[in-house]
């Protein structure tokens, strides 16, 4: 039986990973996986209930009782709504320092594994070309800048009402990136296999292109643009 297909989107923070995903998901009739709202909705609860970031034990406990439900462009955890909380800041670097930790990446697999339903997957993260989805069929390293990124996710932020700042927000971006690429377990990098697009001069229309084209080629198959 052919396995159903994955299309891999791996990339540091504000590279355009889940614009394009999410697009190149719609264009496919795919589902579409944001692997990174599950290590925020880890560090999230995790805060709620005062659990340390270096209890990994806990931490995985958290992870594997997350009650989540995925409604549209809304994210409910134990039924309240914390699509805002999830997307600040101080959410992605809570989440960047859980995901350092093994026990709690392990307790998030086959809440993944399960987003792979027919007729095929799109999903983003870190590790989902290296760790959760190696088989899959398209993968793609989606980078920018660390400047063209941190002034997307101002932008990003200030047209959401959420209040930021731009030298902050470079600085942040930076440590991120640095404590993804570093640790032991699953860290950000561009697999062999892995086809590299460089966004920082391209925007959201041509990357998806770029995505469906390689697809094209990768999968035999054929976009209806
Ligand atoms: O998922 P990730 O953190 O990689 O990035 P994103 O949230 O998809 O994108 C961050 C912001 O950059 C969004 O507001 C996108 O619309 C924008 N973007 C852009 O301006 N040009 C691109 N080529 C890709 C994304
Ligand atoms: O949108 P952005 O790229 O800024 O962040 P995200 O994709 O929501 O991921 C938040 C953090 O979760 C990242 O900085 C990583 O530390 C972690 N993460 C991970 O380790 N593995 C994944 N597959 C996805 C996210």
Do not use: C, W
């Not at 992870?63 to 997307?87: E, H, K, M, P, T």
């Amino acid at each position: 039986m052919m396995a159903i297909p994955v299309i891999a989107i791996d990339g540091p923070s504000a590279s355009g990973k889940g614009t394009v995903a999410a697009l190149v998901a719609q264009k496919l009739g795919y589902h579409y996986l944001d692997s990174g709202a599950l290590y925020r909705l880890t560090a999230v609860a995790a805060q709620l209930q005062n659990v340390a970031v270096d209890d990994e034990t806990s931490l995985a406990q958290i992870a594997l009782d997350l009650d989540v439900v995925f409604a549209g462009q809304q994210i409910l955890l134990d039924g309240n709504d914390v699509s805002d909380a999830l997307r600040s800041e101080a959410a992605g670097v809570g989440a960047s320092k859980i995901a350092v930790l093994a026990k709690v990446r392990a307790a998030l697999l086959d809440r993944q594994h399960a987003f792979r339903q027919a007729p095929g997957l799109v999903a983003d993260g870190r590790d989902m070309g290296s760790v959760v989805f190696p088989d899959a069929q398209l993968k793609i390293f989606l980078t920018a800048s660390a400047e063209e990124r941190s002034q997307r996710r101002y932008k990003q932020l200030i047209e959401k009402g959420i209040s930021a700042n731009l030298a902050d927000l470079l600085n942040d971006l930076r440590d991120r990136d640095a404590r993804d690429s570093a640790r032991t377990v699953a860290p950000l990098r561009q697999e062999d296999d892995a086809i590299l697009l460089d966004t920082t001069e391209i925007g959201i229309a041509d990357a998806v292109n770029f995505v469906l084209k390689n697809y094209e080629l990768a999968a035999g198959v054929q976009v209806n643009y």
